[in-house]
């Protein structure tokens, strides 16, 4: 691997992984239209994943910080609560989800109801719950959006974001609950994989912090221009590329 693609790779991870275009699911359509992608090895794909940890950390550093010294307890439960749903379809429902990567049919109906939900979420919502106005429902709704949203091509943002708003969170208290709960599965994800680290050649350091860097700037810049945009109801620019995607997907497949 090359300086240039670790950049690439980056920059793909902070884009996809925050924008709500669903990252898993352009994984899948660049496999199956490139026959001869590869993904990076797993201890780099850790290094892209760390990237885009710190920048919910550092974006959200005093929510976060408030939760940790306890300030706002609640959220605590709130985050375990919206968390255990995607915990028990990702163990019950293992073999049958790795399944689904293979098939770009599905990711493209699933990036049309992507879109569907980012659309409508610029339409519906009565925005009146603030951070201390959270119910454990909303938290348990939310949640099961993030379960479904381990099906390639439907956005984990744009689903928990949307749903959100849904249920009438005000779109700031959405976004932050959205990213901030994503932190206990993305580090869980990279605690499994520490035992991989041990596999990396010292020559590669420099590559792996350059996608490191670049995942997190990259990351920081997709967290502000998705605040902007839900802010001003503008989702729906995501929902016409995510339809676009679909269409195109199904149109080379024939």
Same mark, same amino acid.
């Given at each position: 691997?090359?300086?240039?693609?670790?950049?690439?790779?980056?920059?793909?991870?902070?884009?996809?992984?925050?924008?709500?275009?669903?990252?898993?699911?352009?994984?899948?359509?660049?496999?199956?239209?490139?026959?001869?992608?590869?993904?990076?090895?797993?201890?780099?794909?850790?290094?892209?994943?760390?990237?885009?940890?710190?920048?919910?950390?550092?974006?959200?550093?005093?929510?976060?910080?408030?939760?940790?010294?306890?300030?706002?307890?609640?959220?605590?439960?709130?985050?375990?609560? $919206?968390?255990?749903? $995607?915990?028990?379809?990702?163990?019950?429902?293992?073999?049958?989800?790795?399944?689904?990567?293979?098939?770009? !049919?599905?990711?493209?109906? *699933?990036?049309?109801?992507?879109?569907?939900?980012?659309?409508?979420?610029?339409?519906?919502?009565?925005?009146?719950?603030?951070?201390?106005?959270?119910?454990?429902?909303?938290?348990?709704?939310?949640?099961? $959006?993030?379960?479904? $949203?381990?099906?390639?091509?439907?956005?984990?943002?744009?689903?928990?974001?949307?749903?959100?708003?849904?249920?009438?969170?005000?779109?700031?208290?959405? !976004?932050?609950?959205?990213?901030?709960?994503?932190?206990? *599965?993305?580090?869980?994800?990279?605690?499994?994989?520490?035992?991989?680290?041990?596999?990396?050649?010292?020559?590669?350091?420099?590559?792996?912090?350059?996608?490191?860097?670049?995942?997190?700037?990259?990351?920081?810049?997709?967290?502000?221009?998705?605040?902007?945009?839900?802010?001003?109801?503008?989702?729906?620019?995501?929902?016409?590329?995510?339809?676009?995607?679909?269409?195109?997907?199904?149109?080379?497949?024939?």
């Amino acid at each position: 691997m090359t300086y240039l693609q670790a950049l690439i790779l980056g920059i793909v991870q902070g884009l996809t992984e925050f924008l709500p275009v669903s990252s898993s699911g352009h994984l899948v359509i660049i496999q199956s239209i490139f026959k001869n992608f590869k993904q990076p090895g797993i201890s780099f794909d850790v290094f892209l994943h760390f990237g885009t940890l710190f920048s919910v950390l550092i974006y959200f550093r005093n929510e976060i910080l408030d939760i940790l010294r306890l300030k706002n307890k609640k959220w605590i439960f709130l985050i375990i609560i $919206a968390t255990i749903p $995607a915990g028990i379809v990702g163990i019950l429902f293992k073999d049958f989800i790795e399944n689904l990567f293979n098939n770009p !049919i599905l990711v493209a109906y *699933a990036l049309i109801f992507t879109g569907i939900i980012l659309f409508c979420s610029d339409k519906i919502g009565s925005e009146n719950k603030d951070d201390n106005n959270i119910t454990f429902v909303d938290a348990a709704i939310i949640g099961i $959006a993030q379960a479904f $949203a381990i099906i390639p091509g439907i956005s984990r943002s744009g689903s928990t974001v949307s749903v959100g708003i849904f249920c009438g969170l005000k779109r700031d208290v959405a !976004i932050k609950f959205s990213f901030i709960m994503s932190i206990p *599965a993305i580090l869980g994800a990279v605690v499994l994989s520490l035992k991989d680290f041990s596999s990396i050649n010292s020559s590669l350091y420099g590559i792996y912090m350059t996608g490191f860097f670049s995942s997190l700037i990259v990351g920081l810049l997709s967290l502000k221009l998705l605040t902007i945009l839900t802010k001003l109801k503008s989702l729906k620019f995501f929902s016409i590329y995510c339809w676009c995607i679909a269409v195109g997907v199904l149109i080379w497949m024939k």
